[in-house]
Structure formats: C-alpha cells, structure tokens
C-alpha cells in the first residue's frame, strides 16, 4: 500500500473537504479515499506488482501479511459465520448516532 502525500493545499479547498467528511460521516482521510476510490471507478487496476484484488482497506490486514487471497479469506469467513447477524445495532449507526449527539 502506497502513502501519498498532498502539500500546500489552498485553505478553502481544505476547510470544504473537511466539511464534506463530515456530512458524509466520515474522517478527513476516509473522504479522501472515497472521492479517489469513485474516480477511479471503484475497481483498482491490475498492476505489474500482481492482480486487482479489490480494496485493500477491506481485506483484514493480518490476512495481506500472510499472503492469502481474498477468495480464500471470505470462505474462511463464510464457514466462520455462517448465517447473518440481525436483530442488532449496525456499527455504522452507532458511530453516526454518537456523532450526531454531539
């Protein structure tokens, strides 16, 4: 995974994309992968370093250190969990609903 760096950003420029992250609920930093996850389509691009395996965000890290495919990492979650969780709060709603309160 790269870092990538952005220097002398106008302050208008900065203070709108702090404030777009906040009505989307997200930190300066998720907006920021947002907006160039949708520019690029969503889909990364294959590279000569190896294929697109989706996201890396959204692969558990422990999983990349190992070498295993996302394949393999999703069948090891389906046979983990096999049914859905309901009946329970989302994470996501719980994190705007904390935010919100504030």
Known sequence: MATIS????PDPWAEALRQRAAR???SLQGELMAIIEASLGGVPQ???AGPAIGPAWQVPAVALREGRSVEEVA???ATKYPQPVT????????????RDAR
């Open 24 to 26: 989307n609920h997200r």
């Open 75 to 77: 069948r090891e979650m």
């Open 46 to 48: 294959a590279t000569s």
């Open 6 to 9: 952005i220097k002398d950003v």
């Open 87 to 98: 009946n329970v709060p989302l994470g996501v709603d719980i994190t705007r609903s904390d």
